[in-house]
T-cell receptor, first 117, second 115 residues
Framework: AQKITQTQPGMFVQEKEAVTLDCTYD???????LFWYKQPSSGEMIFLIYQGSYDQQNATEGRYSLNFQKARKSANLVISASQLGDSAMYFCAMREGSTGANSKLTFGKGITLSVRP | KAGVTQTPRYLIKTRGQQVTLSCSPI?????VSWYQQTPGQGLQFLFE???????NKGNFPGRFSGRQFSNSRSEMNVSTLELGDSALYLC??????????????FGPGTRLTVL
């Protein structure tokens, strides 16, 4: 079974509007971290936001927020007030923490976001 | 603070050759991980290093190898290149291996083309 699922094929949003990018995950490890990265056409993976499995509140970082629903195993990224520079590929990733020291990230297939002027 | 740097940024090789990619982590970061990104397979974990030791390895053939130096800089090597090795190779660094909270920060990647 896939550990990270991102099923939206491609998303379009009007500039200045909000958009939600979906991510569901699968793990039996009680300790895990969920990450969102942005990858522009240049290729570099840019860290956006992190949510820990024990965090009580949803994470926020500027225009980015994470809608964390633990029982549903979903960690959707919300981008408010979209900007043209937000056009990129977005990846959801998970790091499982209880099985020993490792930093391996498991990534979803990514979602392409296009912001229209 | 400088970010993760990778050299070279672009590389063209022919089948059968070998290649070495280099990664310098963020200052103070001791963990370095490598990922391969292709259109077909997406992002796949190659291996990770901490304190000059390989701590975890992905499902790749033995042609893929790596090492980490005492200053935390890392290199990965691919021998006997195949066409399917054409990919973007991303290096990431984090403070440690111990916590699921440690964020991995990525470099700009090395785009390898095998002809």
């Amino acid at each position: 079974a896939q550990k990270i699922t991102q099923t939206q094929p491609g998303m379009f949003v009007q500039e200045k509007e909000a958009v939600t990018l979906d991510c569901t995950y699968d793990t039996s490890d009680p300790s895990y971290g969920l990450f969102w990265y942005k990858q522009p056409s240049s290729g570099e993976m840019i860290f956006l936001i992190y949510q820990g499995s024990y965090d009580q509140q949803n994470a926020t970082e500027g225009r980015y927020s994470l809608n964390f629903q633990k029982a549903r195993k979903s960690a959707n990224l919300v981008i408010s007030a979209s900007q043209l520079g937000d056009s990129a590929m977005y990846f959801c990733a998970m790091r499982e923490g209880s099985t020993g020291a490792n930093s391996k990230l498991t990534f979803g297939k990514g979602i392409t976001l296009s912001v229209r002027p | 603070k400088a970010g993760v740097t990778q050299t070279p940024r672009y590389l063209i090789k022919t089948r059968g050759q070998q290649v070495t990619l280099s990664c310098s982590p963020i200052s103070g970061h001791r963990s370095v991980s490598w990922y391969q990104q292709t259109p077909g397979q997406g992002l796949q974990f190659l291996f990770e290093y901490f304190s000059e030791t390989q701590r975890n390895k992905g499902n790749f053939p033995g042609r893929f190898s790596g090492r980490q130096f005492s200053n935390s800089r890392s290199e990965m090597n691919v021998s006997t290149l195949e066409l399917g090795d054409s990919a973007l190779y991303l290096c990431a660094s984090s403070l440690s291996l111990a916590y699921s909270t440690d964020t991995q920060y990525f470099g700009p990647g090395t785009r390898l083309t095998v002809l």
